[in-house]
């Protein structure tokens, strides 16, 4: 079985800072993860995926993510936060046959100028 | 190409009402998925459908039924709609299973008094 927590529900920085996103699963079988980003009255979509090709992804708009597997963890960072990104991110991962993916419950993102 | 799209974009039903969501995807995707989003909860699966004619349970399947009669298509019907039910749905596709990126449409706002 898998499962996701995302950490802290808000996070607020400022234009220009580094941001970071946390994310940690469990999974039973080598997972696959994901970062979905959401705009405001939008659907989802997807950042950036880890499938076990490289530890370091890099996705969309300066965005990426490392997989450590020690640590259970796959962080989203972008070293320097534009008004742009200010949206709710949300952390997926899936594995086995005949599933689908799991969410966490989201972080919402808030950048001030 | 217009990717995911979802009918309607905003419904108000009252209790004991039934409708029907339609979701439509241009990309010839064997999986499509139906989410429900509430806040602080993330996405959860309500059905999922691995191709023409097949669905599956999710996450909260309870009060939803679903038909996938065409590979295009992926239906989501509420029987006898309850307040519990006021939610934000959204449809998504993806070429293959759980390792696969999921596209998501723009989401049905949906309210029951």
């Known amino acids: 079985a898998q499962s996701v927590t995302q950490l802290g529900s808000h996070v607020s920085v400022s234009e220009g800072a580094l941001v970071l996103l946390r994310c940690n699963y469990s999974?039973?079988?080598?997972?696959?993860l994901f970062w979905y980003v959401q705009y405001p009255n939008q659907g989802l979509q997807l950042l950036l995926k880890?499938?076990?090709?490289?530890?370091l992804v890099k996705g969309i708009n300066g965005f990426e993510a490392e997989f450590k597997k020690s640590e259970t963890s796959f962080h989203l960072t972008k070293p320097s936060a534009h008004m742009s990104d200010a949206a709710e991110y949300f952390c997926?991962?899936?594995?086995?046959?005949?599933?689908?993916?799991?969410f966490g419950k989201g972080t919402t993102l808030s950048v001030s100028s | 190409n217009a990717g995911v799209t979802q009918t309607p974009k905003f419904r108000v039903l009252k209790t004991g009402q039934s409708m029907t969501l339609l979701c439509a995807q241009d990309?010839?995707?064997?999986?499509m998925y139906w989410y429900r989003q509430d806040p602080g909860m993330g996405l959860r699966l309500i059905h999922y459908s691995v191709g023409e004619g097949t669905t599956a349970k999710g996450e909260v399947p309870d009060g939803y039924n679903v038909s996938r009669l065409k590979k295009q298509n992926f239906l989501l019907g509420l029987e006898s709609a309850a307040p519990s039910q006021t939610s934000v749905y959204f449809c998504?596709?993806?070429?293959?299973?759980?390792?696969?990126?999921?596209?998501f449409g723009p989401g049905t706002r949906l309210l029951v008094l």
């Open positions: 999974s039973s079988v080598p997972p696959y």
């Open positions: 990309m010839n995707h064997e999986y």
């Open positions: 880890y499938t076990s090709a490289a530890t």
């Open positions: 998504a596709s993806s070429y293959g299973e759980y390792q696969e990126t999921q596209y």
């Open positions: 997926a991962v899936s594995g086995q046959a005949g599933t689908a993916l799991i």
